[in-house]
């Protein structure tokens, strides 16, 4: 399951726990087609820590859905955070955007805090303000994820 949350704008961060199904495709395209039509630059975090590694065929539709928007991606996105639950998971992240040819660069982080913290320096150097309303968001998620939350307060 995945909810895009771009109630943060120009902070966007994608929740996704569990396993990812067609309709979840469906609606990241949408999603997506919605942000970048908005023709501004922002922030795309996401949120992994709850979903399961995903399988050959999950794989390839994240490879093609990063393909299909590269362009635009290297046109609105500023950084790719992705908050991973572990180095396994981080790799299978690398291996897709390496195969999709990866449009820009990804920080991974171990916390929302961490991703969140350089969010806001990356989007600095870029002349862009992030509110702090994004903050008490991804400090929500961390504390949802310690207590052992499935996130369903998010998705």
């Given at each position: 399951?995945?909810?895009i949350h771009?109630d943060?704008?120009?902070f966007?961060?994608a929740?996704?726990a569990?396993e990812l199904?067609d309709?979840?495709?469906?609606?990241?395209?949408?999603e997506?087609?919605?942000?970048h039509?908005r023709?501004?630059?922002?922030f795309?975090?996401?949120?992994t820590?709850?979903?399961?590694?995903?399988?050959?065929i999950?794989?390839?539709r994240l490879?093609?859905?990063?393909?299909?928007f590269?362009?635009?991606i290297e046109?609105?996105v500023?950084?790719i955070?992705v908050?991973?639950?572990?180095?396994v998971?981080?790799?299978?992240?690398?291996?897709?955007y390496?195969?999709?040819?990866e449009a820009?660069p990804t920080?991974?982080a171990?916390?929302?805090?961490e991703?969140?913290?350089?969010a806001?320096?990356?989007?600095?150097a870029?002349?862009?303000?992030l509110s702090?309303?994004?903050l008490?968001?991804?400090?929500?998620?961390?504390?949802?994820?310690?207590?052992?939350?499935?996130?369903?307060?998010?998705l």
């Amino acid at each position: 399951m995945v909810r895009i949350h771009t109630d943060l704008f120009p902070f966007v961060i994608a929740v996704v726990a569990g396993e990812l199904e067609d309709k979840d495709f469906d609606y990241m395209y949408r999603e997506y087609r919605k942000l970048h039509d908005r023709d501004q630059r922002f922030f795309l975090a996401q949120e992994t820590r709850r979903v399961k590694l995903p399988n050959a065929i999950v794989r390839r539709r994240l490879g093609e859905l990063n393909r299909d928007f590269t362009d635009d991606i290297e046109q609105h996105v500023v950084q790719i955070g992705v908050i991973v639950a572990s180095k396994v998971f981080a790799g299978a992240i690398r291996a897709i955007y390496w195969l999709s040819r990866e449009a820009r660069p990804t920080h991974y982080a171990s916390t929302a805090l961490e991703c969140w913290q350089n969010a806001v320096k990356t989007c600095a150097a870029d002349g862009i303000a992030l509110s702090d309303e994004g903050l008490a968001f991804v400090q929500s998620l961390d504390q949802d994820f310690k207590r052992g939350g499935d996130f369903a307060d998010f998705l």
